[in-house]
């Protein structure tokens, strides 16, 4: 089973930055494949980003351009870096996992994401 823990959200202005981090643990990382969902009050929750194992990305159309999603296999992690936030971007975000041959998704416990006008 993996486990997933986030990191890095916070209060930021409109126009800021900032940088979300998922450690992995349980499963082998480098087989994991990642994405970051987000879910605002009131809505459902969305695909905001996702990596593959060999690297490969996809991001929401709301969002490319602004954000990258990356991994680092040496440390576990999956990161969002997330740049020119804006208030429609405030929302609870979630890391998750899943492996090819599994048909189990893993989530993270959430972070919230607050951009201010």
């Known amino acids: 089973q993996v486990q997933l823990v986030e990191s890095g959200g916070g209060l930021v ?15 082998p990382f480098n087989i994991l494949s990642l994405a970051w969902h987000r879910q605002a009050p009131g809505k459902q929750r969305e695909l905001v980003a996702s ?21 680092d296999n040496a440390k576990n992690t999956v990161t969002l870096q997330m740049n020119s936030l804006k208030p429609e971007d405030t929302a ?22 607050t951009v201010s006008s």
């Open 13 to 27: 202005q409109s126009g800021g930055s900032l940088r979300l981090s998922c450690a992995a643990s349980g499963m």
């Open 51 to 71: 990596i593959g194992g060999s690297g490969s990305t996809n991001y929401a159309d709301s969002v490319k351009g602004r954000f990258t999603i990356s991994r």
């Open 92 to 113: 609870v975000y979630y890391c998750k996992a899943w492996v090819t041959y599994e048909r189990t998704n893993y989530w993270g416990q959430g972070t919230q994401v």
